[in-house]
T-cell receptor
Framework: GDSVTQMEGPVTLSEEAFLTINCTYT??????LFWYVQYPGEGLQLLLK?????DKGSNKGFEATYRKETTSFHLEKGSVQVSDSAVYFC???????????FGGGTRLMVKP | KAGVTQTPRYLIKTRGQQVTLSCSPI?????VSWYQQTPGQGLQFLFE???????NKGNFPGRFSGRQFSNSRSEMNVSTLELGDSALYLC?????????????FGQGTRLTVV
């Protein structure tokens, strides 16, 4: 079945540091890929998405490129802020319907 | 535009009891999905409803059930609660039935089983 693997956290960075959170996937079809963010006590918010190979999703300074050859969708940001501290989830949707398969989540902590 | 509303936000139940959680999707959204989030298992898909029909189902025991009403509101029910059912239950709604549409999540219902 489908699966998503992302790097374990926590990832601790200083403000303005470069961020990479790795995500790889296994899917039988041609999935759409997503990054969601969860702030404490909240639900999930869509951060960015890509629906086909070589697409780049971007939002709020975050970027991720759909790499079919390496089955990856790594999240990057050039300069993190304290307000980016949250848990980040990589996810895929494959096939009919709206079922999402999530990675285990990566907690990011940004120190001033 | 109102977001996805889940009620109640917090719930404490005793083992063996049953519980019903409610989700009101964004107006116009016909697809509602439910997820269980726990520290050990992460985010796991429970089921998806579209136009009152269950379209997808995750790998959960039959104690977990759901339904969707004609106004797209959805409920999930857990019977004979176990301690391991303690979790954050998240509901997500989507505009269309399938395809590359965004899922909007509610804030969740925190269920504690004692």
């Amino acid at each position: 079945g489908d699966s998503v693997t992302q790097m374990e956290g926590p990832v601790t960075l200083s403000e303005e540091a470069f961020l990479t959170i790795n995500c790889t996937y296994t899917a039988t079809g041609y999935p759409s890929l997503f990054w969601y963010v969860q702030y404490p006590g909240e639900g999930l918010q869509l951060l960015l998405k890509a629906t086909k190979a070589d697409d780049k999703g971007s939002n709020k300074g975050f970027e991720a490129t759909y790499r079919k050859e390496t089955t990856s969708f790594h999240l990057e940001k050039g300069s993190v802020q304290v307000s980016d501290s949250a848990v980040y989830f990589c996810a895929l949707r494959d096939g009919a319907g709206n079922m999402l398969t999530f990675g285990g989540g990566t907690r990011l902590m940004v120190k001033p | 535009k109102a977001g996805v509303t889940q009620t109640p936000r917090y719930l404490i139940k005793t083992r063996g009891q049953q519980v019903t959680l409610s989700c009101s999707p964004i107006s116009g959204h016909r697809s509602v999905s439910w997820y269980q989030q726990t520290p050990g298992q992460g985010l796991q898909f429970l089921f998806e409803y579209f136009s009152e029909t269950q379209r997808n189902k995750g790998n959960f025991p039959g104690r977990f059930s759901g339904r969707q009403f004609s106004n797209s509101r959805s409920e999930m029910n857990v019977s004979t609660l176990e301690l391991g059912d303690s979790a954050l239950y998240l509901c997500a709604s989507s505009l269309e039935g399938a395809g590359n549409t965004e899922a909007f999540f509610g804030q969740g219902t925190r269920l504690t089983v004692v």
